[in-house]
C-alpha cells in the first residue's frame, strides 16, 4: 500500500482495493480495521455482523460499527486469512 501525500482527509480515509473499514470496540473505544471483502462470507464474521445489526440495527450511518473487543477481531481475521490461504 503508497500513502498519497495529500492534506485531503476524504483520500487518506479511503480503504485499500479488496477491504471494507470497519470500527471494532465497545463505546467510545471504537477502532477502525480494514476487513479483506473476500472474508465477509465467513461464518464467524456473518456471525459478528447479526450481532452488529442487532445492537445498533441496519440503518447505520458511516462505517459498519461490530461490537467486539478489537485486539480479538484482528486476531481472528489474522487466523481466518491464514486458514483461507491454506
Same mark, same amino acid.
Request: proline residues 5%; hydrophobic residues 35%.
Given at each position: ?19 471494507? !473499514? ?13 476487513? !479483506? ?5 465467513? !461464518? ?22 461490530? !461490537? ?19
Amino acid at each position: 500500500m503508497y500513502l498519497r501525500l495529500t492534506r485531503n482527509k476524504v483520500e487518506e480515509d479511503r480503504a485499500r482495493k479488496g477491504y471494507v !473499514p470497519v470500527l471494532v470496540g465497545k463505546e467510545g473505544m471504537m477502532e477502525r480495521i480494514l476487513l !479483506p471483502t473476500k472474508l465477509i462470507d465467513h !461464518p464467524y464474521v456473518v456471525s459478528l455482523l447479526e450481532l452488529s445489526a442487532k445492537e445498533y440495527g441496519y440503518e447505520q450511518q458511516g462505517l459498519l460499527q461490530i !461490537p467486539y473487543d478489537a485486539e480479538c477481531f484482528k486476531r481472528v481475521i489474522e487466523s481466518i486469512s491464514k486458514e483461507k490461504q491454506s
